[in-house]
């Protein structure tokens, strides 16, 4: 046997296999762990209908819920679409708002100083408060939801986007300056791309906000009728003691608001994961 036959055995290093180890374990226990404990508590919630005797208008069984969900998916569904288009028109406009003024706030300090505080009053005004108001100066109902909705999602962007725009390293500054960079130039090729990371953070915060406002706007409009939302599913259901139906559009909610997180999620990752370390570091 030849020299070049012979084969040399690769050696492992010990540590670094069990790090792989880890790693593995660490991305199948990151969607199998939750998912043991989602069917753990739907077990165990429906054992507690079962033992307790409870009846189906206090507390349905999961099942039940599951059997409404398809029954009703028409109308809930018509439903989900109503709520969901707000919420998206209302991210689209804290978008554009958020980015737009946090632009010019790096543009002006002034600008920012007189500003900025109100942004902030409508962020800790609560929006049950605000309502009354839009209620008065605003006579069409979509407009009062995607306003209200609005105010909710508006915040986060803006002051994440400012933080990001202004959190360019100064050196970097300097250098574009020395380089007779204008300040459109400077922000286009240097803050921009700098904020990124920021503004994609208070996007996906924004996100399950403008969900949050789209239906807590629906419960204090009180708007029912077949163009109403999912938060109107709810006071109706809950009106007559239909529990099934009100789970069922509690579940719609909550697997909408998760999926706006898992979309905005991976349009973070697309954005970043080739150049930034947050996006990196998730990959090795």
Aim: proline content about 5%.
């Amino acid at each position: 046997m030849s020299a070049t036959d012979t084969k040399i055995p690769s050696i492992i290093d010990p540590d670094e296999a069990r790090r792989e180890r880890l790693r593995k374990l660490e991305r199948t226990g990151s969607w199998l762990l939750p998912l043991i404990i989602m069917v753990a508590a739907i077990a165990l919630w429906d054992r507690i209908c079962v033992w307790n005797e409870i009846p189906q208008y206090i507390l349905p069984r999961p099942g039940v819920v599951l059997d409404t969900l398809i029954k009703d998916a028409a109308l809930l569904f018509s439903s989900l679409l109503v709520t969901l288009r707000i919420t998206v028109l209302s991210l689209a406009l804290a978008v554009i708002g958020g980015v737009g003024l946090a632009v010019l706030f790096t543009q002006s300090r002034f600008v920012e100083m007189s500003l900025f505080p109100f942004a902030i009053v409508l962020q800790v005004t609560p929006i049950v408060a605000i309502f009354p108001l839009i209620n008065i100066y605003v006579d069409d109902q979509t407009t009062k939801l995607l306003l209200c909705a609005w105010i909710v999602a508006f915040f986060p962007i803006l002051s994440n986007t400012t933080l990001g725009l202004n959190s360019v390293d100064r050196n970097l500054i300097d250098y574009f300056r020395l380089n007779g960079a204008t300040r459109w130039q400077t922000l286009w090729h240097l803050r921009l791309p700098a904020a990124m990371p920021y503004f994609l953070g208070g996007l996906k915060i924004a996100g399950g906000l403008a969900l949050i406002g789209a239906v807590v706007a629906e419960f204090v409009a009180g708007t029912a009728g077949q163009s109403s939302g999912l938060a109107s599913r709810i006071i109706e259901a809950g009106y007559r003691l239909n529990a099934p139906r009100l789970f069922a559009a509690l579940i719609l909610i909550s697997l909408t608001g998760i999926v706006i997180f898992l979309a905005l999620s991976w349009i973070s990752h697309l954005v970043l994961h080739r150049w930034h370390e947050s996006a990196l570091k998730q990959e090795h």
